[in-house]
């Protein structure tokens, strides 16, 4: 008489055959991205290690995210867009965080498809950005990340949620201490200086030309040049 748990562990592994992920061969990955082979190869093992199926849900990747920053330290330069919002700062502040909702939102923007999780490949296509890319697949991925709904411009709420989680992180280690109304004074200072024709809304084309502009924006973000 069969094992009444066969047809259970049956259907376990035909869950995993349909949601384990083939990613594209790393010559592939090597071609589109600025990653050497050997590279893919040690970011590949990795992610397989934290990821046996080949795919991140939103769960998952706010574990890994946190493991990046296990004391909730987060590395912001000041002069990036984000830190536009901050209040005056050493070049280097590390924050200590609450980082969820952001981790959140950078969920969103590794998963580029919207289908609620992400492959190797989106992994380690905006890793290549943020880190060796240019300038500006650096600031468009940026304004890919503060679009929260992808309509293609950025407005107030959504800044208000994205400076509201960058509050969180820091939390009350803050000095000196946040007033309750800062983050939205600091969304107002981000539209007085990117928000070209005053229509209420930021484009991606009134994002890059205001970064630019900025010698500050521009030097933090070579800071990132071949990290790895």
């Not at 969304?187 to 200086?193: A, C, L």
Request: overall charge negative.
């Amino acid at each position: 008489m069969p094992s009444p748990l066969v047809p259970d562990k049956i259907e376990d592994e035909l869950e995993m055959t349909m949601v384990c992920h083939r990613p594209e061969g790393l010559e592939q990955l090597e071609a589109q991205t600025n990653f050497t082979k050997r590279e893919l190869q040690v970011l590949y093992r990795g992610f397989k290690n934290e990821c046996p199926s080949g795919v991140v849900n939103e769960d998952t990747f706010k574990q890994i995210y946190a493991q990046f920053f296990p004391h909730g330290a987060l590395p912001c330069l000041e002069g990036s867009p984000c830190m536009e919002f901050l209040p005056p700062s050493p070049a280097l502040l590390f924050c200590l965080v609450d980082a969820s909702m952001y981790a959140h939102y950078l969920f969103n923007a590794f998963d580029t498809t919207q289908t609620g999780s992400v492959k190797f490949e989106d992994f380690v296509t905006a890793l290549s950005i943020l880190l060796r890319g240019t300038v500006h697949e650096k600031l468009r991925w940026t304004f890919n990340l503060y679009d929260i709904n992808k309509d293609g411009y950025i407005n107030k709420e959504e800044m208000m949620d994205i400076v509201k989680a960058i509050y969180d992180m820091m939390g009350k280690y803050t000095y000196p201490v946040l007033k309750e109304d800062t983050p939205r004074q600091h969304v107002d200072v981000f539209f007085q200086k990117m928000d070209k024709n005053k229509d209420g809304i930021v484009t991606l084309d009134e994002f890059l030309e205001s970064c630019q502009e900025d010698d500050n924006i521009m030097r933090s973000l070579q800071l990132f040049q071949n990290v790895m």
